[in-house]
């Protein structure tokens, strides 16, 4: 999941297919912001099913390699 948004006590997440999702954004981990990665797990309880986020270092690397690829590729075009 990304993250979309964080404003008002919310982060907004987007998931691989596009579905957005809004949750407390004391559910984050510390030092995520927009645009963060997160891996999402869960784990069955006594009480019930608990959800963990985690920030995602290696995916959240390759997402912005690949925007900076796709922007330098847009520029180069522009000067065309």
Do not use: N, Y
Not at 12 to 38: A, I, K
Not at 57 to 75: S, V
Request: hydrophobic share 35%.
């Amino acid at each position: 999941m990304i993250i979309d948004s964080i404003s008002d006590g919310a982060a907004r997440l987007e998931d691989e297919q596009g579905r957005l999702f809004t949750v407390p954004d004391s559910w984050l981990p510390d030092q995520c912001h927009e645009g963060s990665v997160l891996s999402v797990s869960t784990e069955s309880t006594t009480d019930g099913t608990a959800i963990r986020l985690t920030i995602d270092h290696g995916a959240e690397a390759e997402r912005q390699q690949t925007i900076a690829a796709k922007l330098d590729r847009l520029r180069k075009r522009g000067r065309a």
